[in-house]
């Protein structure tokens, strides 16, 4: 053979080698890593070569030296950014590659709702299997800075996170927009109520929250409750018992449940409670700040969510005979 024969041959193998190449390469970038969701950690400082062996280990790729340098062709074994990441059903390896190096971390969504405690929301959030549960309650509460009684100072809204965040920076996010919301709010309130501190604002907007789902009677109830304090009367308002009784509530509420002796009762103590119940949403807020200008100094409920305000206890007792007695 001659020697330009054999040059035509071997650029012909190399030709073919490197064809073969591509189209292994081509092949297996395009390899469908799983058919079902799965969710893959990646550490502080982790490369792609940590990935590779975590995924290999998985048996969720099959090659770490393919996935290694497929990597370095595209120029994503940088600096990784660290979090979850999720595997969906039918992702390519060239796929999940590209993922990582934009750095698009799993998020999760967590709503906290208006007219729950601190408890709740805390069960809430370590049943959450997005969530990292590293710290009890009573720790979380004091690295947040809260001071009892907790309940009250934690915004209710829909909040976004990496997946893994701590239940702790859930919390102190939700505290952190109450405590902004609220300065906002406490300076442009109604100066003519007698609120005294915006802490008192959040309690008696826990109280709203709790009498009334209809964001258009809240005022209605804060202008029931204003009056109220302005004449020393006792609120008398069942949340309160409720919250006193805790798990010894048991509905409906009773004559001698009225009685308990406890600071939070507002049947027994004039003023506001010590402290919030539960809580309270922008609208509620809102209401604590700006009542309505009524006269209305009692309201019972019609049974369908709404209520049937009154000026005087003679007009309540015949709501009273109307909506709940005829019931």
Do not use: C
């Given at each position: 053979?001659?020697?330009?024969?054999?040059?035509?041959?071997?650029?012909?193998?190399?030709?073919?080698?490197l064809?073969?190449?591509?189209?292994?390469?081509?092949?297996?970038?395009?390899?469908?890593?799983?058919?079902?969701?799965?969710?893959?950690?990646?550490k502080?400082?982790?490369?792609?070569?940590?990935?590779?062996?975590?995924?290999?280990?998985?048996?969720?790729?099959?090659?770490?030296?393919f996935?290694?340098?497929?990597?370095?062709?595209?120029?994503?074994?940088?600096?990784?950014?660290?979090?979850?990441?999720?595997?969906?059903?039918?992702?390519?390896?060239?796929?999940?590659?590209?993922?990582?190096?934009?750095?698009?971390?799993?998020?999760?969504?967590?709503?906290?709702?208006?007219?729950?405690?601190?408890?709740?929301?805390?069960?809430?959030?370590?049943?959450?299997?997005?969530?990292?549960?590293?710290?009890?309650?009573?720790?979380?509460?004091?690295?947040?800075?809260?001071?009892?009684?907790?309940?009250?100072?934690?915004?209710?809204?829909?909040?976004?996170?990496?997946?893994?965040?701590?239940?702790?920076?859930?919390?102190?996010?939700?505290?952190?927009?109450?405590?902004?919301?609220?300065?906002?709010?406490?300076?442009?309130?109604?100066?003519?109520?007698?609120?005294?501190?915006?802490?008192?604002?959040?309690?008696?907007?826990?109280?709203?929250?709790?009498?009334?789902?209809?964001?258009?009677?809240?005022?209605?109830i804060?202008?029931?409750?204003?009056?109220?304090?302005?004449?020393?009367?006792?609120?008398q308002?069942?949340?309160?018992?409720?919250?006193?009784?805790?798990?010894?509530?048991?509905?409906?509420?009773?004559?001698?449940?009225?009685?308990?002796?406890?600071?939070?009762?507002?049947?027994?103590?004039?003023?506001?409670?010590?402290?919030?119940?539960?809580s309270?949403?922008?609208?509620?807020?809102?209401?604590?700040l700006?009542?309505?200008?009524?006269n209305?100094?009692?309201?019972?409920?019609?049974?369908?969510?709404?209520?049937?305000?009154?000026?005087?206890?003679?007009?309540?007792?015949?709501?009273?005979?109307?909506?709940?007695?005829?019931?």
């Amino acid at each position: 053979m001659s020697v330009s024969s054999k040059n035509k041959f071997f650029s012909r193998l190399v030709a073919s080698a490197l064809l073969l190449l591509f189209t292994a390469w081509i092949l297996i970038s395009k390899d469908v890593i799983t058919d079902q969701s799965q969710i893959i950690q990646v550490k502080a400082g982790s490369s792609m070569g940590a990935v590779a062996q975590d995924l290999s280990d998985k048996k969720l790729i099959k090659s770490k030296l393919f996935f290694t340098s497929l990597s370095r062709l595209l120029n994503a074994n940088k600096k990784l950014k660290s979090g979850y990441y999720e595997l969906e059903p039918n992702t390519t390896v060239l796929g999940f590659i590209e993922k990582i190096s934009r750095g698009e971390v799993l998020k999760t969504k967590v709503t906290l709702i208006e007219g729950k405690t601190i408890k709740f929301y805390f069960d809430q959030l370590i049943n959450d299997p997005s969530l990292n549960k590293r710290s009890s309650f009573d720790q979380v509460m004091n690295s947040i800075g809260v001071k009892k009684p907790y309940d009250g100072w934690f915004y209710p809204e829909t909040y976004i996170f990496n997946y893994g965040e701590s239940v702790e920076n859930v919390l102190k996010r939700s505290h952190l927009t109450m405590e902004k919301k609220l300065s906002d709010m406490w300076d442009k309130r109604d100066r003519s109520i007698p609120l005294t501190s915006p802490y008192q604002a959040i309690i008696l907007a826990s109280l709203i929250e709790n009498e009334t789902a209809l964001d258009y009677e809240k005022p209605l109830i804060s202008s029931v409750f204003i009056g109220r304090l302005n004449l020393s009367m006792r609120l008398q308002t069942d949340p309160t018992v409720i919250y006193a009784l805790g798990d010894a509530y048991s509905s409906p509420l009773t004559r001698s449940d009225l009685k308990i002796d406890h600071p939070y009762n507002t049947y027994r103590n004039k003023g506001l409670p010590p402290g919030a119940i539960s809580s309270a949403g922008h609208a509620s807020l809102h209401a604590a700040l700006h009542p309505a200008k009524e006269n209305d100094l009692y309201f019972v409920s019609k049974k369908d969510g709404s209520h049937a305000f009154a000026p005087t206890y003679e007009k309540h007792k015949e709501n009273i005979k109307k909506y709940l007695n005829n019931n």
